[in-house]
């Protein structure tokens, strides 16, 4: 079982200040599991599959949803920007002509109406001046968005990653299973003609031909099943590539061996390495700095706001006479407004601004729980299938034996057909199960590496 100890976290171990438990100090591991000191970024490197390697750079650059993380990034990186913009002012340019008539009824002295035609032009400001730091924290509130959005890429390229890794391997199990298959089938056609040449010669009855051709058959019939989870395999490759099936398929038709899961290396470090590695983890710790800096943006907001307008312009009847001195017109006017009473609005927002920080700070807590339990887990997941796949290889072997030992008896006539296809049967059976638990730890292994936060640490 894998093991955790557990030990004191000083504020200097990291610079995440919001954890309610220690975290594990250490990871104790079975020795089937070798530790490097090089990282895990770019992990896939470590199977040594060149065609694995290009079919995941290739999916990072095509996949639709590492798209979408993009834009969302981008999205991100021009609110940021629009937010920085209210540092500075802004300018209105306007010009027009204007006719009015002005009535000479509405006093008690009849009085004859007045009218003015005139043109202008002006520009006017309107600048918002940061006196408390509202506009400041409005940047930081969106700088930590931004950041968030980037780690969330990082995060998709990741599982992407990972998912390209876990089908790739997914595939040339089922490709070694055919060819298992075939071996068998070839073998089992060569005891269906002993049988036959039994049979014909009088040494052995029609149940034995009918027994081994029996066995061929049962094998032949799982051939279009391998065939059909090979293609939807394919199909899901090309998914996550951001391309058609007919686009790959010819690359992935070659069935390659599988690497040996025992003799792959996996840094480890330390369980505090999590906090620095894992894109969730870092997006939940930018989403507590997101929401600390609204409940200061909703605390100024009992602060007064100061505010300068102005307008330069010029005024005249005649176009002509636009820029004469006579007909230069300006005003500015400083404007400081403080809110006395709303009704408790802004003592409201306070509290939901810090509901919405406390909530942060506890799904960063179960974010970095959860993400100790995933590495345990995958690491747990591996040191066991590593054992099975072991005892598996070890009943295979045995399997092989006693169908080598049982066709030499009936070919001396010391025993039945039964023997041979209970042996035949075990051998194909044994022959999957050990495959399927070698793709088992090398997905293992894969969620280990996800787990570990492994790839793209740019941050």
Do not use: C
Not at 238 to 251: K, M, N, S, T
Not at 292 to 316: C, E, W
Not at 391 to 402: M, N, R
Not at 422 to 429: E, F, G, H, T, V
């Amino acid at each position: 079982m894998v093991l955790l100890t557990f030990g004191t976290l000083r504020a200097a171990d990291t610079d995440a200040e919001y954890l309610s438990r220690t975290m594990p100090q250490t990871w104790h591991y079975g020795e089937d599991i070798t530790s490097v000191a090089d990282g895990n970024a770019e992990w896939w490197k470590n199977f040594g599959d060149s065609l694995l390697d290009s079919l995941i750079e290739e999916g990072v650059n095509n996949n639709f949803n590492v798209s979408i993380a993009a834009h969302r990034m981008e999205i991100a990186r021009q609110t940021l920007r629009e937010a920085r913009s209210l540092y500075f002012p802004t300018f209105n340019f306007n010009g027009g002509w204007t006719k009015s008539r002005t009535s000479g009824a509405m006093t008690k002295v009849d009085a004859p109406a007045s009218s003015s035609s005139y043109f202008s032009l002006g520009i006017d400001m309107n600048w918002q001046i940061d006196l408390f730091g509202k506009i400041t924290a409005q940047n930081r509130d969106r700088d930590a968005l931004f950041k968030a959005s980037r780690v969330e890429y990082e995060g998709m390229m990741l599982s992407v990653s990972a998912e390209i890794a876990t089908y790739y391997f997914n595939l040339r199990v089922l490709q070694a299973q055919k060819q298992v298959a075939d071996e068998h089938l070839a073998s089992q056609e060569k005891v269906v003609s002993i049988t036959e040449v039994r049979y014909e010669t009088g040494l052995a009855s029609k149940l034995d031909v009918a027994q081994a051709r029996a066995l061929l058959y049962s094998t032949r019939a799982t051939l279009p099943g391998l065939d059909k989870a090979i293609n939807n395999t394919v199909n899901a490759l090309a998914l996550l590539l951001g391309v058609y099936p007919g686009e790959i398929a010819p690359r992935l038709s070659q069935p390659t061996e599988l690497p040996d899961p025992a003799k792959l290396p996996v840094s480890l470090g330390i369980p505090m390495d999590l906090l620095r590695r894992r894109p969730d983890i870092a997006e939940a710790e930018l989403s507590i700095e997101s929401y600390a800096t609204r409940v200061g943006i909703a605390k100024k907001d009992y602060l007064p706001d100061l505010t300068l307008n102005g307008s330069i312009g010029t005024s005249a009847h005649d176009a002509k006479n636009l820029f004469k001195n006579n007909s230069l017109t300006y005003s500015i006017a400083p404007t400081l407004s403080w809110t006395i009473f709303d009704g408790l609005s802004r003592s409201y927002a306070v509290s939901a601004a810090k509901e919405q920080l406390q909530a942060a700070v506890d799904q960063y807590n179960l974010t970095v729980m959860t993400a100790v339990r995933e590495a345990d887990s995958a690491m747990s997941d591996f040191h066991y299938t590593l054992a099975t796949m072991e005892l598996d290889k070890k009943v295979y072997d045995e399997s092989t034996e006693a169908f080598n030992l049982s066709l030499d008896q009936y070919k001396s006539g010391l025993v039945s057909l039964t023997p041979i296809v209970d042996a035949q049967l075990n051998m194909i059976s044994y022959s999957n199960a050990l495959l399927q638990q070698k793709g088992n730890a090398l997905v293992a292994l894969i969620d280990l590496y996800k787990a570990l936060g492994g790839g793209w640490a740019s941050r």
